[in-house]
Each structure stands twice: as C-alpha cells, then as structure tokens.
C-alpha cells in the first residue's frame, strides 16, 4: 500500500485470561499448516479437542479473576509494552515465518507441552477436587439457569401428542352446513339455527351410544335426530326465506322503490335483473312484513322510500292540477293564462311559459331531457337563443314554479266557491224562515 517506514503492530489483551490460550494455539496452527499443508504432506484430520484440553483452556487464569479485587489501578503504558515485548520475544519461536518440517515439532530445543513452566504432559489430569472447585467458582459467577416448565394438557395420554390423541379417540360426526342467511333474505335465522344444532346434539348423542356398543349401540341407529314436526317447520323456514336474492337486488329494490313506489311492482320488475313480477310482489310484502323485526336498519329503509312515495304523491299532485288547467281552455297553446304576482321573472316571457305548460302536460312531469330537445325542434322558438340555451335544471324549476301558480289559483278558486255556496246557503235558510214561523203560529191558532 505504499508504506515504507517501519509500523509496530500491539495486540491488546487481557493478562492471564484464556485469550493467551487461543493465541497460542493459533500460533500452532499457523506452524502446522506451514509444516505440513503448505509442503503437500496430507495430515490425518486432526482431532476435537479434549474434554480435559478444554477445561484446562478455561481454567487458565481464572483463579485470578475470581481471587481478583474489584479496584482497578492504573499502570504506566511503558511498563505493559515493556512486558509484551519480552513475552514476544518468549515466543519467537512460534511466530518464526519460516517454514519447518515436520522433525521441527519434535525437537528438543522446544517442548510444546511446556508453558510458564509447568509441564502439562507429566502433570497428567487435575485432581477431582481442583476441578470440582474450578466449575463451583464458574457457575457461581454465571449464576443458576432457569428451566422452562413444561405445561402438559391433562386430557393428552401421556407420550402422546395432540394429533396422536386425536387420532385415538372416536371421531364425532361433524355439523350439518347451514345456508348463509343475510338478513335482507328474510330468513328466520334463529329458529332455523336452533333445529341445526338440536341435531346436530342429538347425532353426537347417537354416535356415543353407537361407540359403546351392545344392544344400546344397536337400538341407537332407529333414533330421530328431529321429529317429523320439527323436520316440517325447518323446510318451511328455509323456502320462506329468499336465497335467491343477493345484496345488489335489495339495494336496487328499495332505490326502485323509492322511485316509482312500492305499489308499482311492474316498473320495479322491469329495472331488477332476473326478476319476475310475483318474485317481486312476494319480496315486497315479505320485506314490509318481516322487516321490523330483521332488519337492523329497518327505520333508515322504510323513511327513505316513505320520502319518495311523499315526493310521488306531490308530483301527481301537479300533474293533476296541469291537466285540469289546460283542459279548461279549448286552445292552450294560445290561450292559457297565469296570474303571476310578483313570481313572472325576466328569463322567461308568457308565450314561454304556456309552451313550457303545455309541453310538459303531452310528455310527462319528469321528462326534463325531451322538453330541451322540443324547445330546440320548435320552430317558434328558432331564433329565441336564450331559451333555447337552458338547461334541463332551469327548466325543471321553472315548470314547478308555474305548476305552483296553477295550483295556488284552483285553491284561491276553490275558496270563492266554498264561500259563495256558503253565502247562499245562508241566505236561502234567512228567506225561507218567515214563512215557517207563519206556518207555525198559524197552526197553532184555532180555526
């Protein structure tokens, strides 16, 4: 990397400590490889190490640790070098790049089983005792290990698993699938649950006493699960309900029916998909019928279409009014009339008006679309830009307000004649009475 000058390499570790131990022995691995790999010679495959190598490992310097007070000094950093150069030159030997062969290891001038003066290979293994001392200090210093208590169910057979106990005991007859029942199918979901767990109680019921065997196990195969009274009721339960209706039908029905109303089964048919007019007529009635009670946004449902049919209710309310106005002229293209007030408006002028009145009688309240598209083909109106430019909005709201004109003046209409027939009546009753009197008082005297 370009480094020319010389650079001083310091390996920091803990004195008397097994990290001196796992140097070392890298250290003869590193001359094994370059004695015996390294030259080509094929080694048999080394051994694991001993139990006793091992403790041994461990056991390197940690009397001291344990024995060691707890206070830590401070030395001087020349005193620690100082000392790691001596125990480097110690191990020259081992640290030699050199390769050697394999005579090298059995050398006289180095004994390998040698360290800090005590020989390993004449000592042999320690005393019981020095080894039952050493695993005392180290599980006192790791501390006690806690054990998972095992949790064992007490209905499992002991030695056996949940699978395998499961596999022992009789197996049960499972329950009968019920139909998935909404709540807009109308389905009378509680009773019908109830006879499906009745049976389903009463089949487990029989396959014990059938397990049992003998003469019980036997007479149990001619047991009813329901009786045939209860077998009826859960048929009829089922047909009353209607399976065949889905989500997208209900909320298309009740948008119908707060349209055209629930007595107009024949226009709700029509716009529901594979809907006949007696599969629509049932649902109607079954769902005002049972709905109260099984729906839980029943009132929601019922306000909104009751809000429509009073919607329905004013628009024929109009329609009415608009036809018995325009028949009361025998030309109302040209002659119709309305007394405006203060409601006549500057967008629109009379001839404007009766057009919009008399048109809206021939297509039909509602029919904002057609009205637009009749003012555009009326030749009247050909050069009438601005209104030819409104929108169906604009129109809807001026027909109202003439509808509203209509119907105020057959009211004020109405109340004249009540109270010229009442004027009359009163003064048929205040001519008449006189003579009564007469009458009377002439019977009363004698002849």
């Known amino acids: 990397i370009g480094q020319k000058k010389q650079v001083n390499i310091y390996r920091l570790m803990v004195s008397d400590s097994i990290e001196e131990k796992m140097i070392e022995r890298a250290e003869l691995k590193l001359r094994m490889d370059a004695a015996v790999i390294q030259q080509g010679r094929l080694a048999d495959k ?8 091992a403790i041994a490992a461990i056991r390197y310097g940690a009397d001291k640790i344990f024995k060691a ?35 090298d290891f059995s050398s006289a001038e180095f004994n390998y089983q040698q360290f800090d003066g005590v020989e390993y290979s004449r000592q042999g293994n320690a005393t019981a005792a020095a080894d039952l001392q050493f695993m005392t200090n180290v599980v006192e210093a790791m501390g006690k290990r806690e054990r998972a208590t095992a949790v064992y169910s007490e209905r499992e057979p002991r030695g056996f698993s949940t699978q395998q106990a499961a596999s022992l005991m009789p197996k049960l007859p499972k329950m009968r699938r019920m139909p998935d029942m909404r709540d807009f199918q109308l389905y009378n979901a509680t ?53 065949n209706w889905n989500r997208a039908d209900f909320n298309r029905f009740i948008r119908l029916a707060e349209r055209f109303g629930r007595k107009d089964v024949v226009k709700i048919a029509r716009e529901v998909e594979g809907k006949t007019v007696e599969e629509v007529t049932l649902y109607r009635d079954a769902l005002f019928e049972r ?80 009205l637009k598209r009749e003012i555009r083909r009326s030749p009247e109106f050909r050069f009438d830009w601005i209104f030819k430019s409104r929108t169906p909005q604009e129109l809807s709201r001026r027909v109202d307000l003439l509808i509203r004109l209509v119907m105020n003046e057959g009211r004020e209409k109405e109340g004249q004649n009540r109270s010229s027939h009442g004027k009359r009546a009163a003064d048929g009753e205040t001519k008449g009475a006189p003579p009564a009197k007469a009458a009377k008082e002439n019977e009363g005297t004698p002849a």
């Open 46 to 53: 080394s051994k694991s190490m001993s139990k006793e190598d």
């Open 69 to 103: 007070s707890s206070a830590i000094t401070d030395e001087d950093i020349e005193v620690i070098l100082s000392r790691g150069k001596d125990l480097t030159q110690d191990r020259s030997q081992l640290t030699d790049k050199d390769k050697k062969g394999l005579l």
């Open 191 to 243: 009773r019908i649950q109830e006879l499906f767990v009745k049976e389903h109680e009463a089949e487990i019921a029989r396959s014990k006493r059938i397990a049992q065997g003998g003469q019980g196990g036997d007479a149990a195969l001619d047991d009813e699960l329901l009786t045939p009274e209860e077998e009826i009721e859960r048929k009829e339960l089922l047909e009353a309900g209607f399976g």
């Open 291 to 370: 709905g109260p009670t099984m729906l839980a946004e029943w009132e929601r449902i019922e306000r909104k279409i009751l809000d429509g049919e009073k919607k329905l209710a004013v628009r024929e309310e109009m329609q009415e009014a608009l036809r018995v106005k325009i028949n009361k002229y025998e030309n109302a293209w040209q002659l119709l009339s309305l007394k405006y007030g203060t409601s006549r408006g500057k967008i629109f002028n009379e001839e404007e008006d009766r057009f919009l009145l008399c048109m809206t009688n021939k297509l039909g309240y509602g029919q904002w679309d057609e």
